[in-house]
């Protein structure tokens, strides 16, 4: 299965976000067993479970929803890929009968939404304008270092939409505006109070430990967001060069796959 990296938002556990939560999972990866279901192969827990997390004093929760997220993506892989092998990959029939159970998900639970979202391989550096490096936060657990950024939605959604405005004001390609905007969107969907992290999860192993210890790269983003900002075009890219060329290898591997 593909290395993946998760953008998560948690959600004060005393309020009230979708279904009732079934159970809550703790923070290791776990061992991954492979399914084989109506909507193809799966690597996840089916369990409607989520993950908690200790924060100043407080509880905050990101349900998982498995299920919803999985039709999500096999709807929105079937629309962002236009070749003709796609009538193979996921059938008509099989889009209709997605398409009919998320909306019956829809119906009952009208509030709930997807608390994840995932990257295979790789981290679309968009996401790293959500943060800055004092948000990153290094671990190891189960003899595997982790990495992951967090920070107030708040204010991840003011980092964000402010990067939106300077990439207008530097008149930027709408298709790469519209990428950041989406991100705005999805965030704008959750309570102010909610925590944001980015997760390296398993795409963290495809670095080795000192890659990641000197990775920059919120740091890069920033930098080159507020260089375009002031005007200064060699350093912007110059500063955005830093963090792509990092990540350019395992961003070819989702296409050679």
Known sequence: MANTAYLRVYVPATGSDGPVLEHVTDRSRGIRVLRQGEFGLSSESARDDAFVIDEEGRRFVCPRHPRLRMLEGLLAFRTAVTDSSMALLVPESVAERAAAELDRIHDRFPGVRSHILTSPFAIPLRWFALFEQDDRLITTEY????????????????????AVQVLEDAE?????IEQ???????????????LVELDYGSVADLFDETELVLDESAAEIGASLEALERGDYDAAAEHYAAAASRWAPVHALAYAN
Not at 172 to 176: E, G, L, N, P, T
């Open 172 to 176: 930027f390609d709408d298709s790469i």
């Open 180 to 194: 950041v905007n989406e991100v705005v969107r999805w965030l704008e969907e959750f309570p102010r109070d909610a």
């Open 143 to 162: 003899g595997q270092m982790t990495v992951r950024y967090r920070t107030a939605l708040a204010t991840g959604l003011q980092r964000v939409r402010h």
